[in-house]
């Protein structure tokens, strides 16, 4: 990705650079739609695939109510659907809280508790 630089101050502008994982994975979209962004036990997602996914889960997690200061708990193995659901999240404006499911059951209860998880 080219910077564009400020002739007079040679300062980075800001606003042309992606600033959240969520963003630079748009502009990695927008470059390679077709091209592999994960895979997981041998099933492939493209980055058009991976977009199409998490923006559907994002508008229904919106709709839901998550949006920014909104911590969303989610619970997962890791798997194609774990990172869907991570970047829906972030998409939707919310906060990721991973909770893994082999964790102690107790670890779990302060997790939630910390994040005030409902």
Known sequence: MTI????KS???LEETVPN?????????VKLTPDNIAI???????TYSELDQKSNILAHKLKHCGVGPECVVGL???????MITGILAIL????????????TLKIACH????IAKLE
Do not use: V
Not at 4 to 7: H, L, N, R, V, W
Not at 110 to 113: G, P, Q
């Open 20 to 28: 959240t994982l969520h963003q630079l994975f748009m502009e990695q």
């Open 10 to 12: 040679n300062k980075i």
């Open 91 to 102: 998409k939707a404006g919310g906060h990721t809280c991973l909770l893994i499911p082999t």
């Open 39 to 45: 895979q997981y036990e041998g099933t492939p997602l």
């Open 110 to 113: 302060i997790w939630l508790a």
């Open 75 to 81: 619970m997962s193995y890791r798997s194609l659907d």
């Open 4 to 7: 564009p630089m400020s002739k």
